[in-house]
């Protein structure tokens, strides 16, 4: 699978949005013991006791935006995969996972560090192009089949 230069160029997305969702899962983690927010009693009173046992609206945002990532992210990677054995063209290919990736970089920063709007939801919608555009070409490529 790997000599097939589409499949390798997903395969490197891919692995940098699946690094870049671990990034966010340590920073979410690292905001939560720098401002004392924990989700689970325990944690609390292992670092302090239960009155930490509480939420923190910029952990709440971190959180939000990893979960944002996996329901965007998951659904690139099964598209992507099944989209690099359709047969396209390495230039078109390689489109659609930059855009994906850079817009899904993009949201990112808006979203840790709450860039004015619109700049997180442009680059949502922006990101979604390319995952309906794999999509339709996938659905075209087995339509004869259904």
Known sequence: MLRNSVFSCFVFYGVLLVLKMYIIAV???QIRLRKKAFANPEDALRHGGLQYHREDPYVERCRRAHINDM??????????????MTGPSLWVARLHFLVFFICRVLHSFAYLLALQAPTRSVAYTVAQIP???MAVQILMAVISYA
């Open 71 to 84: 329901e965007n992210i998951f659904p690139f990677l099964f598209l992507g995969a099944i989209y690099s």
């Open 131 to 133: 995952c309906v555009s």
């Open 27 to 29: 920073i979410t983690g």
